[in-house]
Each structure stands twice: as C-alpha cells, then as structure tokens.
C-alpha cells in the first residue's frame, strides 16, 4: 500500500527566501507523484506532477520538484517566494487500482511567508 | 474557478439526519472522484466514477456512505444518521480518462454535525 510523508507540518520562511518542502512515499509499484496547493477559502489547485522521463518537474508560479526514485522523495522547491505563496502544500501519489491510479495525499505543508 | 462546482458549500446538521451533497463536474470529463477532508489532514479517497459506473468503492468509510452518478454527469454523495465524526470538508474533482491526467478539484462542501 502506498503512503505518503510530509516531513513538515510548517515551514515558516521570510519573503524572497527560498524554500523546500519534503515529501517522502513509500509504494510497491510504480506511482504518479502530485504537489497540489490550496490557498485559504479555496479548492486544492496542481502545481507540477510526475509522470515520467525528466526526473525535475516545472510547475506554475515558480515552483519545481525533483523526483528521487531510490530516495523515495519528491521534494518541492521555489528559489524565492512571495508573500502570495502562503498556503496550503499536499503532496499525493497516485498507484493503480480498481482501473484507475487512486491517489493518497500527505498531511500538507503549511507555508508561511513573512515579509 | 476550475469548473467543478458544489452544492451546497456548507451545511449543518444534527446527528442523525441525512445528507446529500452535489458535484457537478467539468462537462467533458468523465472521472469523477469523492474526498473527505478533516482539519490538519490531507484529501482521503473515498470512490470514485468513470462515467456512471463506480469502479472503486471499497475506501467509503461505511454503508452509512454512498455515492450515485446515474446519467454519468453530476453526482451526489449521501451520508445517512450522519455522526458527529462526519464532520468534514467533501471535496469532489474530475479529470479526462486519460491516465496522469489532473484532477480538478470544488471548492467543497463543508458539513457540521451537532
């Protein structure tokens, strides 16, 4: 069974700083990797996912992940954030069942950016 | 907006009654998808659609739980004698058949039982 471990419940970090957000997985198959984000008051929106081929994924709004297959990780980074960032950040991977990748998500990452 | 909507956004309801949310999914996707989302938690998966056939029901947290999709458009999650534990954010999110594809998500409806 796959699981998903969001090392940090909350990274605080001043604007302009950059910032990594650590997910881990474990899965016996191969899986889909997501980092979704959900502002305040607001559906959860995709940043990046990994599906294969380049192991560093470009997302919107700056953000980028590097997946790490004998690591197991899929860590989330910007090299400087803005005070807009503040949200929500939950990793997912996605494995195969019932025809279809059923995905888990981690607890989420609460960043917060200060001015 | 990503075009998933649901209805109602919020609802409050004494233990027992039961409810009924809607999500009318983005019109040409046909995966349509069912969470549960409890405070300081991530998304749990609890069913999901292809079209109007339930391919995955197993994760629905009891029979008290169950989801329709008759015309494979909207569908509608119904939680009957609802228990103070149900309170929750009931995210719905769709995507195309394709495999890795996005999922996109509602803005949920959020349930308070008293």
């Known amino acids: 069974a796959q699981s998903v471990t969001q090392l940090d419940s909350q990274v605080p970090v001043f604007e302009e700083a950059p910032v990594e957000l650590r997910c881990n997985y474990s899965s016996s198959v191969s899986v889909y990797l997501f980092w979704y984000v959900q502002y305040p008051n607001q559906g959860l929106q995709l940043l990046l996912k990994y599906l294969s081929g380049s192991t560093l994924v470009k997302g919107i709004n700056g953000f980028e992940a590097e997946f790490n297959k004998s690591q197991t990780s899929f860590h989330l980074r910007k090299p400087s954030v803005h005070i807009s960032d503040t949200a929500e950040y939950f990793c997912a991977v996605s494995e195969w069942g019932g025809g279809s990748y059923i995905p888990t998500f981690g607890r989420g990452t609460s960043l917060i950016v200060h001015p | 907006d990503t075009g998933v909507s649901q209805d109602p956004r919020h609802k409050i309801t004494k233990r027992g009654q039961n409810v009924t949310f809607r999500c009318d999914p983005i019109?040409?996707?046909?995966?349509l998808y069912w969470y549960r989302q409890t405070l300081g938690q991530g998304p749990e998966f609890l069913t999901y659609f292809q079209n109007e056939a339930q391919l995955e029901k197993s994760r629905l947290l009891s029979d008290r739980f169950s989801a329709e999709r008759p015309k494979g458009s909207f569908s509608t999650l119904e939680i009957q004698r609802t228990e103070q534990g149900d309170s929750a954010m009931y995210l719905c999110?769709?995507?195309?058949?394709?495999?890795?594809?996005?999922?996109?998500f509602g803005p949920g409806t959020r349930l308070l039982v008293l």
């Open positions: 999110a769709s995507q195309t058949g394709l495999v890795g594809e996005t999922q996109y």
């Open positions: 019109s040409e996707h046909n995966r």
